[in-house]
Structures are given as C-alpha cells and as structure tokens.
Antibody, heavy 121, light 112 residues
Framework: EVHLVESGGGLVQPGGSLRLSCEAS????????MTWVRQAPGRGLEWVSA????????FYAPSVKGRFTISRDNSRNTVSLQMNSLRADDTAMYYC??????????????WGRGTLVAVSS | DIVMSQSPLSLPVTPGEPASISCRSSQSLLHFNGNNYLGWYLQKPGQSPQLLMY???SRASGVPDRFSGSGSGTDFTLEISRVEAEDVGVYYC?????????FGQGTKLEIK
C-alpha cells in the first residue's frame, strides 16, 4: 500500500528554522515528483513547493521562495522541506503529496496526514 | 499567477439531491496537448485532501461514478448526481498548468 508520512513539525519562534521530512513507501519513489501543500488553521489549501523525480527541478510559491528549500533523497525514499526565516503566517499543517503521472504533473493522488508547524514567540 | 475562483462557497444539500460546484480560472488551463490541467479534491472533516478528478473530467481511482467533472479553458464544474452523507467536506479545485500551482477558496458541502 502506498503511504506518505510527514514528520518534523513543531513550535518554533519567528525567524527560526525547521526541517520537515516525508517518508514514502509502497511505490517507486524515485520515479515520481513530490509536492508540499499547507493549510493554515481554518483556511484553505496553499501549494508550497514541488520537486521533480530526479530532484533536478524545484519550484516554489512566491510566499516561500528564498526562505524554503525542497530536496529529496531517492535512496531513502524521502522528500524534505527546509524552512528558514519562519514567520507567523507560515503556521499551518504541511502535507506532502505524490505526483500523478497520467499525464505527468496532472494531479496529486496520494497525500500524507500532515505535520503541524506553529510559528510563535 | 493563475487565480482560481469557486462558487458557491457554502452548499447545503439534501441527501439524494444533486449538487454542482463551479470553478473559474483567470487564464485558460488548456495545455497545447489538449488537456485541461484542472483537478478536484475533497477534504473530509479531519482528513487530508483526496483526489477526485484530474484533467477536468477524469475520475480518480476508486471515486464513485456519481461524481463527474466538465468544462474547458477557464470554466469548470464538479457535479454530484445524488449526494450522500459521506460526501460532506470541503471541495477544492486546483490548477496544475503552471507553477505556482493554485487552489480555489474551497466549497463547503453540508447535509441539510
């Protein structure tokens, strides 16, 4: 069965850093792109970042560009999100999701349960 | 950036009745390959989002056939032929034609 499990969330002060991880299982991880989507408390979904299967292509929302870095380790079936210079408006549940490839990048068909990030002093 | 707009934002429905959600994009989502890069997701209470439809009108695996998607270019619709209690939640459209990918505001479907 296909699974995505996020970890690394927690409480951090404004200006601080946090590294989220998403461990995948049940599929050939190195052949699929991955993405991060977040949801602030009581709000809608916001796309954050994506990375190609090889890791050679990375993409960011304007709100996080220059502060967040997405990466992946295909030998460990893991995608990560390094979050620096965190702000209060980064407070959210962060979900990782897997690319649906029929055709490539047409949707995201498997989602994790999320990891909660709270930025507060 | 492509702006996505959904309506209505709240949708009370009687079980067994149909429901319809509209999604409009600020730019055409029609790719040169002929596909519309528009997906629909449902987030049930307390759960992660789940994929319902991709490419505007293709049902994802395991999605009941009471769900259907239509539209092209900038105007899309998700229809539920007969709403069931398990369909409650927030429905989002999402464009994946170009980054930054963007979601609609969400439509909350509730049972009357």
């Amino acid at each position: 069965e296909v699974h995505l499990v996020e970890s690394g969330g927690g409480l951090v002060q404004p200006g601080g850093s946090l590294r989220l991880s998403c461990e995948a299982s049940g599929f050939s991880f190195g052949t699929f792109g991955m993405t991060w989507v977040r949801q602030a408390p009581g709000r809608g979904l916001e796309w954050v970042s994506a990375i190609s299967a090889s890791g050679g292509g990375t993409f960011y929302a304007p709100s996080v560009k220059g502060r967040f870095t997405i990466s992946r380790d295909n030998s460990r079936n893991t995608v990560s999100l390094q979050m620096n210079s965190l702000r209060a408006d980064d407070t959210a549940m962060y979900y990782c999701a897997k690319e649906f490839q029929s055709p490539p990048w047409s949707a995201f068909d498997v989602w994790g349960r999320g990891t909660l990030v709270a930025v507060s002093s | 950036d492509i702006v996505m707009s959904q309506s209505p934002l709240s949708l009370p429905v009687t079980p067994g009745e149909p429901a319809s959600i509209s999604c409009r994009s600020s730019q055409s989502l029609l790719h040169f390959n002929g596909n519309n890069y528009l997906g629909w997701y449902l987030q049930k209470p307390g759960q992660s989002p789940q994929l319902l439809m991709y490419l505007g009108s293709s049902r994802a695996s395991g999605v009941p056939d009471r769900f259907s998607g239509s539209g092209s270019g900038t105007d899309f619709t998700l229809e539920i032929s007969r709403v069931e209690a398990e369909d409650v939640g927030v429905y989002y459209c999402m464009q994946v034609l170009q980054t930054p990918y963007t979601f609609g505001q969400g439509t909350k479907l509730e049972i009357k």
